[in-house]
Every structure is written in structure tokens, then in C-alpha cells.
């Protein structure tokens, strides 16, 4: 997009109060859903400016194109993001062109304004609950979503399906004296999260949790990729979002997992997308083979992450990167990701 387009505020400005304007336009249309806060220059009143970004509707993305200065620190937490050359902390993209970032970031913005922003509400509200209720916010805007013009808009760009074939073994479980270990099996597939495998794998987690003689518990896959994310072909086919919206909280596999996670390890390779790493980012130990990369796609579908990845990742990363994958889709590489902290380890096997 034409970066002219988005708002530029000094912090001076955004102390002012100049992002506090009415986000809805005419027709309930966000205007300027996102604002750039240049932080080079003017930084007067910064504790002032903290407040006033806590209290703004807008996505607020910091740009930083020298050295972030150690007072502006605070501000920087309450931003949603901010793109610089250093990343003095994990509130901090690093890139080598602050402006090219800006500029991918807005794009990403302008194309899904209503997936972003309700991305950016989301992080924020559930960073404090606990994972049980914060998946609970996710699965409410996931809902919401459905319901909206951009994921209609997607899935008309998208097309007919038909629906995936059956599979014997979706999920193999293997017990090894006082270790489980269970297998994503629908390699052809590249092990998609659908409903034959989530309730499969489901079914793998509740008997980890229902035996304390199984102290310790390893989750794989067969195939070129561990899971490469929600089975599109499933997608919009749930006619009711209410229960949907249960069967994601109640029936999906991210509680279990976090509830194991002193016990399980996720082993990942090849291509995780969406589901395949929200779901292991909630495991106590994350093991990734060399050359796995990993991608958050769903608000370039007009929806959040639904798997419960608005909780597993910012956890591990923090939000302020958690947003930056979340609305651009951008790839992260695994050097990057044990950097981040979204894995713990990188080892071939």
C-alpha cells in the first residue's frame, strides 16, 4: 500500500491524545486502523504517551530506524508492535529496513482491517487469564469472524471443495513403559488438523491425562510435515458457530496439551502452519528439525488463530511478535524461532 496513506504520530502527538479519535466511520468502517509512532524523533512525554496507547482502538506500530533509547522502553510494551533494526526486546521485530516492515505490515492491514484488529484485541485481553479462558476469547472472535465479510470474501476467492477422504489411523499411539507416544498419520494430507484427526488426537491426550503412569508424553508426525494447519476443505462448513465454537474449546487438543505440559514434547519438521504450532507451542518442550518453518495464516483469511495460538504463541514469544506473524502470515525460519523462543531446541531426528 502507499505508506502516505498511514497516519504518522510523534510520541508528543500520541501523548496529545491524536490517536484517540473515533475508530468507526461511516458504515461502521474502520478508519485508520492502524497508526505509525515514529519514535526517532520527539519523544517528549513518554510516560503520558504509555497512557495514551493503553487507551486507543488502533493498531500502534512503532518505528525505530537508530537505537531505542532506554526511556522509551515502556512505551515500547505498550505498543502493539514495533519494527527496528535492534530488538532490544521481544516488544521489537527485527529488520533490517523499519519502513519495509511498516509497509508489509500495512498492507497486511488494508487487506483484513477487522482480523487485525480484532487479532490485536484478542492478544491484549487474554495475555493475564489463564489458558483455559484465554482460549475462550480466541474461540469468541474466531466466531465473530466467521460471521464476517472478510472470511466471506475468502471463502468465495477459495471455491468449492470436497470433503476429505476417511482415514483408518489418523493418529498412531504407541506406549513404551512409562512414555506414550503419539503420531499425527495422515502424511498425504500433510497430517491437516481436521475433524478425524483432532478428535483422534484428542483421544490420545485425555488417556496421557487419565494415566499418571505415563510420565512422559511425545507428539509427532508422519510424513513430509508435521501438520500444515486446518483442513481447508473443512473450512465454513460448520452451520452452527455456537457449536462450533464448543467443540474448538472443549473438543480441540490445545487444553490438553497445555494441561500435559510438564510431560509432553513436541517434535516438529517440515511445514507447521496455523494448528501445527499453535496446538505444540503449549507443550513444555518444543523440538524443531533444521529447516522447519513455521506460519500463522488466518487473518489473511479474515479470521485469528483458532487453534489456540492467540495463547500458546504469545506466551512463548510475547504479543508484539505474536501480532507481527499473525497479520502479515510471513514465514518465521527455525533460527529465528529458537531465537524468539516459540522453540526450545533445534536437533535433526
Do not use: K
Not at 174 to 196: F, Q
Request: with cysteine; glycine share 10%; hydrophobic share 45%.
Amino acid at each position: 500500500m502507499d505508506t502516505a496513506r498511514v497516519a504518522t504520530l510523534s510520541v508528543a502527538e500520541l501523548a496529545r491524545g491524536a490517536a484517540g479519535e473515533p475508530l468507526l466511520g461511516d458504515g461502521g468502517v474502520a478508519v485508520r486502523p492502524m497508526i505509525v509512532v515514529d519514535l526517532d524523533d520527539d519523544t517528549e512525554n513518554v510516560e503520558v504517551a504509555v497512557e495514551q496507547a493503553s487507551l486507543t482502538d488502533r493498531i500502534l506500530v512503532g518505528r525505530a530506524t537508530r537505537e531505542i533509547r532506554a526511556d522509551l522502553h515502556p512505551l515500547i510494551d505498550a505498543l502493539d508492535l514495533t519494527y527496528a533494526r535492534v530488538a532490544p526486546s521481544r516488544g521489537v521485530v527485527e529488520v533490517s529496513d523499519p519502513d519495509a516492515g511498516i509497509a508489509e505490515f500495512a498492507e497486511a492491514v488494508e487487506r483484513n482491517p477487522q482480523a487485525a484488529l480484532v487479532a490485536r484485541q484478542v492478544v491484549r485481553a487474554s495475555a493475564t487469564l489463564p489458558v483455559a479462558e484465554a482460549i475462550d476469547v480466541e474461540s469468541f472472535a474466531y466466531s465473530t469472524l466467521q460471521g464476517g465479510p472478510e472470511f466471506a470474501a475468502w471463502l468465495a476467492d477459495r471455491g468449492p471443495r470436497p470433503l476429505p477422504p476417511p482415514a483408518d489411523e489418523p493418529v498412531l499411539v504407541a506406549r513404551e513403559g512409562d512414555s506414550l507416544r503419539i503420531t499425527l498419520n495422515r502424511p498425504e494430507r500433510r497430517n491437516a488438523y481436521g475433524t478425524v484427526l483432532r478428535d483422534a488426537l484428542v483421544d490420545a491426550l485425555r488417556l496421557a491425562l487419565l494415566d499418571d503412569s505415563i510420565d512422559r508424553v511425545m507428539l509427532d508426525g508422519a510424513g513430509s510435515s508435521f501438520c500444515a494447519g486446518g483442513d481447508l476443505d473443512e473450512f465454513g462448513r460448520t452451520p452452527d458457530i455456537t457449536l462450533a465454537h464448543l467443540v474448538r474449546t472443549r473438543g480441540g487438543a490445545g487444553r490438553l496439551v497445555a494441561r500435559l505440559a510438564d510431560r509432553i514434547e513436541a517434535r516438529l519438521h517440515g511445514h507447521c502452519i496455523g494448528a501445527g504450532i499453535e496446538i505444540p507451542a503449549f507443550a513444555g518442550r518444543v523440538v524443531a528439525a533444521p529447516g522447519t518453518v513455521f506460519r500463522l495464516p488466518e487473518v489473511s483469511m479474515g479470521l485469528v488463530p483458532g487453534a489456540g495460538g492467540t495463547v500458546s504463541i504469545p506466551r512463548r514469544i510475547g504479543r508484539w511478535r505474536s501480532l507481527h506473524l499473525f497479520v502479515t502470515a510471513a514465514p518465521l525460519d527455525v533460527s529465528r524461532a529458537l531465537e524468539w523462543g516459540l522453540v526450545d531446541e533445534i536437533r535433526e531426528g
